[in-house]
């Protein structure tokens, strides 16, 4: 049953589903962790084993440069050189062409960059994403996209077609989804008869799954959510559905409602790395001087590793600058989420996740007061 997808509940437009992968099965929804240089930073596999992680995420731009996919592919594949064994999905390297926007240049063909690294001339295309993410050996592969602006229609539509005839080409250089599932990607910012264009095109390809890209990258939440509430309607019922980039807690809920499956995010680790933790109240700075002599985990309510130490000394960690901060904190924010959309996929099976949702944000939104602390 490799690559398919079965739904075995739902709770309004929320699904909790099965995605079967070559290398194990994907209960959904799922918060996969960011693993961009072909590690989840700080947290070794053995820790997201133990935390049911299900799936995870890998950067095909960052390993590209560095060790490059050639070197990945003669040592094994990633699963092999990481030594993860669950399944991987790697990103084609379409949002570093956003995000890296003052070193590249696009084009209707591809896109010519300097290497962060070295500063050498690089050129990505799709065929080469493709060729890419191939060597590297994922479960789930991403087509090559350009994310735009969100608000610049004359931007976002442009993108829109490029990202069409990218797919097209995506789609020539993998035409076998045996032993990789390739996902095509959504955009059109905020703007719904894009998002619709968008999506046909993609849909029309009848791909493995299908990822909603160009969001949270400067958009409001409101418009986030409307925009999600408009384009899941849109895509095939019988496919999963991604939504990239995505990891704060109200908006896993949210993306949920509306019927997402699979999210990513950098932000649990991130945030560890700043002294940030999620609780069920809110998010917490633990550098802050009020954690210097309180004896409480991060959040009673989780039971793991990172739960038997105190926020006393995880504050002393961060203040100290101590590396185990990092790994702990990390470990902890990573299990929250995770538990977090663990938890509305039981609910959705019971048929109560408004009732979950209801009281999960009643709690955490008054208390997101890490700005303040």
Known sequence: MAFEFEIVATDGAARAGVLHSPHGDIPTPVFAP??????VKAVPPRDLEELDINLILANTYHLFLRPGDELVRDMGGLHRF?????????DSGGFQVFSLTEINKIDDDGVSFRSHIDGSMIRLDPARSMRIQQNLGADIIMAFDQCPLPNDRDEVESAVERTRRWLEQCREAHPDDNKQALFGIVQ??????LRERSARYATDLNLKGYAIGGLAVGESKPEMYATLEH?????PVDKPRYLMGVGEPDDLVEGIRRGV???DCVIPTRLARHGAAFTHDGRINLRNARFK???????SQLDNYAGRFSRAYYRHLVVAKELLAYHLISLHNIDFLARHVANMREAIIRGQLE???RQFLARYLPGDLTAEQ
């Open 231 to 235: 384009i899941l309607p849109a895509l």
């Open 82 to 90: 990481m030594g993860w064994h669950g399944p991987i999905l790697t």
């Open 293 to 299: 002599l309180d004896d409480r985990p991060i959040d």
């Open 261 to 263: 499956d699979i999210f």
């Open 355 to 357: 009732e979950y949702a």
């Open 34 to 39: 960011v693993g961009t240089a072909g590690t």
């Open 188 to 193: 059109g910012g905020v703007f719904p008869d």
